[in-house]
């Protein structure tokens, strides 16, 4: 996605049968811009596109490793595991599959998982673009195109989400 954004604050998006690319100016440098996408998900994930839904959600969050998993804790202390990270490179790219069917059920084999990458690109110490990737929709079997249409309105939501919570916490 190398083109030129014409609005800072503007989610672009680009999709093919299999794939959605996505991508965002943010005020932020890159190691907030990373901080927050990694550390900051229950300030900014869709509450609405959780297990626990938004009155019973208490964590969203990032195993900060490779092979830590991106989870949700819900009521009683109910987790529910989301993903596994394949790459961990603070604070240039975040690489996890995303273990989440077609159907809302979670996909326990990796092989049958869709991934998702993560790019922090520096534009000043101040301005970094943010660049996902979420690849791989035919894992998911007979669904998989309208599972990627679907995330395609869901991740634009996300980001804009992302983007509002690095604007207001800036500075």
């Known amino acids: 996605m190398g083109q030129e954004m014409a609005d800072p604050d503007e989610v672009r998006q680009e999709f093919d049968r299999f794939s959605l690319r996505s991508a965002l100016r943010t005020p932020a440098s890159a190691e907030r811009a990373f901080a927050v996408f990694t550390g900051g998900l229950t300030d900014w994930w869709v509450r609405e596109y959780t297990w626990s839904g938004p009155q019973a959600l208490a964590e969203l969050g990032v195993e900060p490793r490779p092979g830590g998993m991106l989870y949700e804790i819900g009521p009683y202390g109910f987790r529910s595991d989301w993903g596994r990270v394949l790459t961990w490179d603070p ?81």
């Open 91 to 171: 604070p240039r790219r975040l690489v996890f599959t995303w273990q989440i069917g077609p159907d809302r059920v979670p996909v326990p084999d990796p092989a049958r998982a869709s991934e998702v990458e993560v790019l922090f690109l520096p534009e000043t110490p101040q301005r970094t673009r943010v660049e996902v990737e979420h690849r791989h929709f035919d894992r998911h079997g007979a669904a998989a195109e309208g599972y990627r249409a679907a995330l395609t309105a869901g991740w634009h939501e996300l980001l804009r989400r992302y983007l509002a919570t690095l604007t207001r916490t800036a500075g």
